[in-house]
């Protein structure tokens, strides 16, 4: 189990805390955040009681201070911007008040790795049966209407304060000097969230805990009249940016996944039916010798994969690949690779002409290019290992490598799935390395069941071989072997994603 402590560091999340005159809890709220997250910065905005001198007597922390109250959104933006001078690319906020449960900071992570570069918004659990104000009550309904007609998306909580920002998305509306004038009070987490949402940033909710103190003990800054006069004005403004600013954007934003979905696919027809399969037909009547035509075949293969992801690409994809251990493929061996996408076996095929992937039935018979990957000696898994383990050995006899996705399925959420023992066994049978293959990305680029191809990096790691003698190290049978290697790909899978989702 990962410490979540060091997950939050590694992922590049910190939390923000505005306080103003909240003396009485901001340090019990302190105290609690830095028990589940290491980075805390407070912000003191212009607190006139004895607010910093109680922040001054907690370790750990970081305090942006200033003299005059500038109202939550003014403290927000310093504290992120403060998060991003310190190198954090995501922010959790939470009230001084004690209302929101730091407790409930794992849940947000969890939404964050399961949707990096998204804002997730803390919905407030049983916000109907709290003791709240009219007004309270009166201004939640009227902010998630407004939202609701401002970007075209519901959600059950906009004034939730509990959030998780992806500060390299929002610092461009949100930190922006020119949004000063709208975002400096409770205004600014509402036009945050409209902002965010007209530029394409995805919007979670995640449940999260709350507690209202009794009305008698409760502290509140808000200021009815001039405080809702400011909400009425922004929403008439945002109302009008909508139809000029936020739906043109839109209407854009799903052109374009359109058009990338298009080229990308009529790209793959066309080169498959007018270069592919000819060259693979004409290989045929070239070569009469069945080991150099096979071969060819592979070439072709080979070369098609790279032209597409390193060269030529898939608009708004970025492929990249690491060889830190510059493995030539030379020597045979079981590659094993997580499986995410219907994409990964053309990421795979970037490597060497000299692999061989187990595919499944759709793939092996399809009958666009079916006929290609069978001439390129691919076997489909339904077979069985007791046909299939003459033809693969006769295949490293040859110098070929076999490729094995252990977990014979994806997760729509690209998590690493359990590993079958296939691979285990054939690399026992066969007396050959295991090389691990990580693939980040094509799950995001191409979601299982999804129809339209979006924009994110994939980035494909090959690790260092390793031997029949080291295999023992992992296990002693196939299922125990199959077993630590998924916990290796657990953590190699993390690595590599809290690395690059930092830049969403």
């Not at 026992?428 to 293959?437: A, K």
């Given at each position: 189990m990962v410490n979540a402590k060091k997950l939050l560091r590694?992922?590049?999340?910190?939390?923000?805390?505005?306080?103003?005159?909240n003396a009485g809890t901001i340090a019990d709220v302190v105290r609690r955040t830095l028990a589940q997250c290491q980075d805390v910065i407070v912000v003191c905005d212009g607190c006139t009681d004895v607010t910093l001198d109680v922040l001054h007597g907690v370790e750990g922390i970081t305090i942006v201070a200033y003299d005059k109250n500038a109202g939550k959104g003014t403290a927000l933006k310093r504290g992120f911007r403060k998060a991003v001078e310190m190198g954090f690319a995501y922010a959790i906020t939470l009230d001084a008040d004690g209302q929101h449960f730091p407790e409930d900071i794992p849940c947000l992570l969890r939404a964050n790795q399961q949707h990096p570069g998204a804002l997730i918004v803390g919905q407030r659990k049983e916000l109907d049966k709290a003791e709240r104000s009219g007004g309270s009550k009166f201004a939640n309904a009227f902010s998630n209407f407004w939202f609701a007609v401002q970007t075209w998306h519901y959600l059950p909580d906009t004034q939730s304060g509990y959030r998780l920002y992806p500060l390299k998305n929002s610092q461009s509306s949100f930190l922006n000097p020119h949004f000063s004038f709208f975002l400096s009070r409770y205004e600014a987490e509402v036009a945050l969230l409209v902002f965010s949402a007209w530029?394409?940033?995805?919007?979670?909710?995640?449940?999260?805990?709350?507690?209202?103190?009794?009305?008698?003990?409760?502290?509140?800054?808000?200021?009815?009249?001039?405080?809702?006069?400011?909400?009425?004005v922004l929403n008439t403004v945002l109302c009008v940016l909508a139809v000029i600013y936020g739906l043109p954007l839109a209407i854009w934003r799903g052109l374009m996944t359109f058009l990338r979905t298009t080229y990308a696919l009529l790209f793959f027809l066309l080169t498959t039916i007018f270069i592919a399969k000819p060259?693979?037909?004409l290989y045929r009547i070239i070569y009469r010798d069945i080991e150099e035509r096979r071969m060819a075949i592979h070439r072709l293969l080979w070369r098609y994969a790279r032209f597409v992801t390193l060269r030529h690409g898939i608009p708004g994809v970025r492929f990249s690949c690491a060889n830190p251990h510059g493995e030539d493929f030379h020597e045979p061996a079981i590659i094993i690779c997580n499986h995410q996408s219907s994409l990964d076996l053309i990421t795979m095929l970037i490597h060497t002409p000299k692999l061989v992937v187990l595919t499944k039935d759709w793939v092996?018979?399809?009958?666009?290019?079916?006929?290609?990957?069978?001439?390129?000696?691919f076997y489909p898994v339904s077979e069985g290992m007791e046909t299939l383990l003459p033809k693969l050995r006769s295949l490293i006899d040859r110098g070929y490598s076999i490729v094995v996705y252990p977990e014979g399925t994806r997760a729509l959420d690209c998590t690493i799935g359990r590993f079958h023992q296939g691979a285990f066994h054939l690399?026992?049978?066969?007396?050959?390395?295991?090389?691990?293959?990580?693939?980040?990305?094509?799950?995001?680029?191409?979601?299982?069941?999804?129809?339209?191809?979006?924009?994110?990096?994939?980035?494909?790691?090959?690790d260092r071989r390793i031997s029949p003698e080291e295999m023992h190290s992992f296990g002693e049978t196939p299922r125990a072997q199959a077993s630590a290697m998924r916990r290796y790909y657990e953590d190699r899978y993390l690595t590599i994603s809290n690395r690059i989702e930092q830049e969403f």
């Open positions: 590694d992922r590049g999340i910190c939390v923000v805390i505005p306080t103003y005159n530029r394409g940033v995805k919007i979670v909710s995640v449940p999260v805990n709350v507690w209202y103190p009794s009305p008698e003990e409760r502290v509140s800054h808000f200021r009815p009249i001039r405080d809702f006069s400011r909400i009425f060259l693979a037909m092996w018979n399809n009958p666009l290019y079916g006929s290609i990957i069978r001439g390129a000696e690399a026992q049978q066969f007396g050959v390395d295991i090389l691990p293959i990580v693939s980040y990305g094509t799950g995001r680029v191409l979601p299982k069941g999804a129809k339209f191809i979006l924009g994110w990096p994939v980035r494909i790691e090959i």
